[in-house]
């Protein structure tokens, strides 16, 4: 079922909707939540606390496309769910990723909201210059938390293949960073 036809079925507040949902979306928040939190059951509870959030924020949102909003209110869901958890305690299960990225992007910078979202459509209009397929290895190591491993088995690539391409796209990162007024260097 596409995009508009799950929307209409929650806006018209009809269950189905959310079954619909999850037959074409669960899979992906499942192994993001999963990548996220690591256990099983915080990663269903996380996906279903997503469903339940698209379905409130449906109406008066309509999304379009709804698979980048469905997808974005899962990460948060996950995110959130694992701070929660982690709180006063370090976890590294997401961290991996994360720190590949701290190398090109000032912490001081991700303090201040404003400037956060600023550098977000940074970081966009810079992946918007990449090619596809780097815009998808990109995607889904830093957006959706996968690792190496299944990024180069999906794609069909050696995992060397995806970590160069990865580091390589980083260090164009930090140097549209720079150029864009981001880092100090």
């Given at each position: 079922m596409d995009d508009y036809n799950i929307?209409?079925?929650?806006?018209?507040?009809?269950?189905?909707?959310?079954?619909?949902?999850?037959?074409?979306?669960?899979?992906?928040?499942?192994?993001?939540?999963?990548?996220?939190?690591g256990r099983r059951e915080d990663a269903e509870?996380?996906?279903?606390?997503?469903?339940?959030?698209?379905?409130?924020?449906?109406?008066?949102?309509?999304?379009?496309?709804?698979?980048?909003?469905?997808?974005?209110?899962?990460?948060?869901?996950?995110?959130?769910?694992?701070?929660?958890?982690?709180?006063?305690?370090?976890d590294g299960r997401y961290d991996a990723s994360i720190d590949e990225l701290a190398e090109c992007i000032p912490s001081k910078v991700l303090e201040e909201t404003v400037e956060a979202r600023e550098l977000g459509r940074a970081i966009n209009a810079f992946l918007a210059g990449q090619r596809a397929d780097n815009?998808?290895?990109?995607?889904?190591?830093?957006?959706?938390?996968?690792?190496?491993?299944?990024?180069a088995k999906d794609l069909e690539l050696l995992p060397n293949t995806v970590t160069i391409r990865l580091g390589r796209m980083r260090m164009k990162l930090h140097e549209y960073l720079r150029k864009e007024g981001y880092c100090d260097e």
């Open positions: 929307t209409r079925l929650i806006w018209e507040r009809l269950e189905r909707g959310i079954t619909e949902m999850a037959k074409k979306f669960g899979k992906r928040l499942h192994r993001t939540a999963m990548n996220i939190l509870e996380s996906v279903n606390d997503t469903y339940l959030a698209v379905w409130n924020a449906i109406p008066p949102k309509q999304p379009d496309p709804l698979s980048g909003f469905v997808y974005q209110t899962g990460r948060y869901i996950a995110l959130d769910k694992l701070r929660y958890i982690t709180a006063d305690k370090r815009r998808a290895i990109f995607l889904r190591r830093y957006w959706y938390g996968d690792s190496v491993r299944e990024i």
